[in-house]
């Protein structure tokens, strides 16, 4: 959903590289950004080595910050239940 709330379409060129990625077209319904950066990079790999690099670059960037975010997420989560779980007790 975008910021209005509607749906956003997705990119034809995006679908289709995604439809004939072997490799990451199983992600394209949750993670759209790394299956372009995987796919482009899968789709170069041959015909121009350095662009695959840069997309496989982007695809373990993009990875790296997913990864992180979940880990602060959760960190911050235990961090608040570990704070009321001491509260509760000082006040016994």
């Known amino acids: 959903m975008s910021a209005g709330?509607?749906?956003?379409t997705p990119d034809p060129r995006l679908a289709e590289l995604a439809r004939t990625s072997r490799d990451f077209n199983f992600l394209y319904d949750h993670l759209v950004r790394l299956v372009a950066y995987g796919a482009a990079a899968e789709s170069h790999v041959f015909t121009d080595p350095n662009t695959s690099l840069?997309?496989?670059?982007?695809?373990g960037e993009a990875l790296?910050?997913?990864s992180l975010g979940s880990f602060l997420t959760m960190s911050s989560m235990r961090m608040s239940s570990l704070h009321?779980?001491?509260s509760a007790f000082?006040?016994?």
């Open 5 to 8: 709330g509607t749906a956003r």
């Open 54 to 59: 840069l997309k496989s670059r982007q695809f």
């Open 64 to 66: 790296a910050a997913g």
């Open 84 to 86: 009321s779980f001491s």
């Open 90 to 92: 000082r006040m016994c």
